[in-house]
């Protein structure tokens, strides 16, 4: 195994020396991420493949391999089996060079990159759930019309085309200690690595996978390639049931370990990216960054030369909302708690008080009984688990409180659903808006509840200038209920006849 190791090594480096890529490729840069580099206390720095034409690096090794063809096999045109950035990298390489191409992409693959991959010339077919189902489909068309199929990773050709970023990186950065490289198929790190090993052996290569789709990690512990079950889908790009033959036999050699991370630690990551480089990086193009703030974490490095590589860009628009909501969850600046009061007045503003001054990120609650109400709560954290640990800590001496946080249920369902409909007596529900500033909360609460009995709350802070809360009280007296509203100086509106109110609340 370790000769054909050093063959398939001795290929890719040749042809990555000697490479065409830059026919449609430009250098990336290699960007300083200058926050997260003083949050972690190392210098990490994000190679920018999202700056490629096609906003991913799958371009390199596609155009590798199609300008490789001979002039009998262009004729024929190729097929190509895509999660969405392979499948644009053949459709420019072949547009570029005069071929004929069909991508074909799992029916799950986002819609901004099927029309990139129509408006790049190429025929799209869409067909199966995931990456492998549209695999066996491009076979199929492979032999049915006499195609070539240009493979997205297992080919060594195409490990060349993406081996020039690792030749990139050695031009443009001096003593690198780490390369943290995505793994789906392993065609990124197989021909990286590769490279890397070459010329500077003393960097170490760190592969990244979510924990939902764990095809090297497992192949190397199993030390045997592993058919998942099931792979995970919010990163698509990587979304791989099966590391690649090839691939595989030189990660063997050339990838010194294997992490996971989480999506909510993937989409704290994508914020990260942001914040630095503004640039919204597509899930599977965070996850280098992801895994090295989880290694960091966990070695407790210090002072080390870090280096991401950003895969990709292509992600779509509405994904936006998940990755934004999930990312304050996945950097630990967020808990989820389910927290048991006395249904009384006062008792709202007691637990809010013994917060101190941890702003509320979200607030859910329904009457349910009597005697005790449950609330969901997001509480937002400065300093990440310890300071989470330390708040759970002083809660669970006045409250029954459970942490939600890494609740999945909980984090994608349960927020969006608290509530239902009650029959408590004299319920009048109002809608609040106030300037969204740090205590506008607590100051609303110390106003109201402790007055009237809270039977409704509902309350997310959404990064607007207003904060919005929407209210149902207990009160017979609406008149001397508004007379405190007045006083509060917040926009206000009864809601109580409000079909969606009473229709579900």
């Known amino acids: ?86 499948a644009q990298g053949v459709a420019l390489s072949a547009k570029k060079l005069g071929i004929d191409s069909i991508i074909v992409m799992p029916l799950s693959t986002p819609k901004i990159k099927v029309n990139a991959v129509e408006q790049l010339g190429g025929k799209v077919v869409l067909h199966g759930d995931v990456y492998d189902d549209a695999y066996q489909y491009a076979k199929q068309l492979e032999k049915q019309q006499d195609l070539v199929f240009i493979h997205p990773y297992d080919d060594i050709e195409v490990m060349a085309g993406q081996a020039t970023i690792a030749k990139e990186l050695l031009n443009q950065l001096e003593n690198i200690d780490k390369v943290f ?72 050699q050339v990838v010194d370990e294997v992490i996971l991370v989480s999506n909510d630690e993937i989409c704290a990551a994508i914020k990260d990216i942001y ?16 895994g090295i703030k989880k290694y960091v974490e966990t070695h407790n490095l210090t002072g080390e030369r870090l280096v991401s590589v950003v895969s990709g860009a292509n992600v779509n628009f509405d994904r936006l909302r998940y990755i934004s909501e999930r990312a304050d969850i996945g950097e630990h600046n967020e808990a989820i708690i389910a927290v048991t009061i006395d249904e009384k007045p006062g008792s709202f503003l007691k637990f809010c008080q013994m917060l101190e001054d941890h702003s509320i990120t979200e607030f859910n609650y329904r009457y349910g009984s009597d005697t005790q109400a449950r609330i969901f709560v997001g509480v ?126």
């Open 181 to 252: 490289i995505p793994v789906g198929g392993g065609g990124l790190i197989a021909g990286m690595a590769t490279y890397l090993k070459h010329y500077a052996p003393r960097i170490r290569v760190i592969g990244v996978e979510p924990q939902d789709s764990p095809t090297l990690y497992e192949a190397l512990k199993q030390n045997k390639r592993v058919i998942l079950p099931e792979v995970g889908r919010f990163a698509d790009g990587v979304a791989v049931k099966q590391i690649g033959e090839k691939t595989f036999e030189i990660a063997k």
């Open 380 to 505: 937002s954290l400065n300093e990440g688990l310890s300071e989470k640990q330390a708040l759970l800590g002083r809660l669970s001496d006045s409250f029954d409180v459970l942490d939600m946080s890494d609740n999945s249920i909980a984090k994608t369902h349960i927020r969006y659903m608290v509530g239902g409909r009650s029959n408590c007596e004299h319920e009048v529900l109002y809608r609040f808006e106030f300037p969204e500033r740090p205590g506008a909360l607590l100051n609303f609460l110390k106003k109201i509840g402790s007055h009237w009995n809270i039977t409704l709350f509902h309350y997310r802070n959404h990064g607007a200038d207003f904060g919005r809360v929407l209210i149902g009280l207990q009160a017979q007296d609406v008149t001397k209920l508004e007379q405190s509203f007045d006083e509060l100086g917040y926009f206000y509106q009864n809601e109580t006849d409000n079909k969606a109110y009473q229709y579900f609340l």
């Open 275 to 290: 914040e630095d480089v503004r640039s919204i990086s597509e899930p599977a193009g965070a996850l280098a960054t992801a």
């Open 1 to 86: 195994m370790l000769a054909i190791y050093e063959r398939y090594m001795h290929s890719i480096v040749k042809l990555a020396d000697a490479t065409r890529v830059y026919d449609v490729a430009t250098i990336t840069p290699l960007a300083r991420a200058h926050q997260l580099s003083e949050r972690l206390n190392n210098n990490v720095y994000l190679k920018r493949e999202d700056e490629l034409s096609i906003h991913a690096f799958k371009l390199r090794g596609a155009y590798q391999k199609i300008s490789s063809l001979t002039a009998e096999e262009a004729s024929k045109g190729v097929v190509a089996s895509s999660a969405g950035n392979h």
